[in-house]
């Protein structure tokens, strides 16, 4: 009788055991009450639409806002975008390439301007003594970076470009301060 009681007891405490084993595995476990679940979820940024030029806005660590020509907001973003290029005056000689510009956009606040198709542009950096002209499929301007405020990196059908411009990006920072917004709240 002794046996059999001891046998009982031990299949009772493996019982308990087993069921705190599946518990503890197929269960989630709780957040401590005040402390916020810290599980990072991808950013999904949204999907531009294909043979149409529009602004890409993003806010460094938010989610980009992408606008179009029929967007109220797009023409004097834009305009201002046009006018940084035209106010080129000079090329660097250094270039990157696709990953690293993709890395730099990453985790900065930036504009880019993508075109439909590649479009030429005047610019005020004169070449044999006229100005040079440049043909240009995406612009981007980084307006949260000291080391960037006067460059535009340039992608065009025969490579990366890096310029400078004499206008300052104080009138595009403040045309995208409200979407810079928006994007942060996604």
């Avoid at 046998?7 to 308990?16: D, E, F, M, R």
């Avoid at 989610?63 to 290029?85: F, K, M, N, T």
């Avoid at 470009?161 to 403040?174: A, I, M, N, Q």
Wanted: hydrophobic letters at 40%; glycine letters at 6%; aromatic letters at 8%.
């Amino acid at each position: 009788m002794k046996k059999a009681y001891l046998y009982v007891i031990a299949a009772g405490i493996a019982a308990v055991l087993v069921v705190v084993l599946l518990l503890a595995v197929f269960l989630p476990a709780a957040t401590p009450e005040g402390q916020e679940n810290m599980t990072v979820l991808p950013t999904v940024q949204p999907t531009p639409r294909n043979d149409t030029a529009y602004l890409d806005i993003h806010p460094a660590g938010g989610r980009s806002v992408l606008l179009y020509p029929e967007d109220e907001r797009y023409p004097a973003i834009d305009a201002e975008c046009q006018e940084l290029i035209r106010c080129i005056n000079a090329q660097l000689k250094t270039g990157f390439s696709q990953e690293e510009l993709a890395a730099m956009k990453r985790n900065s606040t930036y504009v880019a301007l993508r075109f439909s198709q590649p479009t030429t542009f005047e610019t005020r950096y004169i070449v044999d003594g006229s100005p040079r002209q440049i043909t240009i499929s995406e612009a981007v301007f980084f307006v949260d970076s000291g080391e960037e405020q006067n460059i535009i990196r340039t992608l065009a059908p025969d490579g990366p470009g890096v310029w400078e411009t004499s206008r300052d990006r104080g009138t595009l920072r403040d045309l995208i301060a409200p979407v810079l917004a928006e994007g942060k709240k996604r």
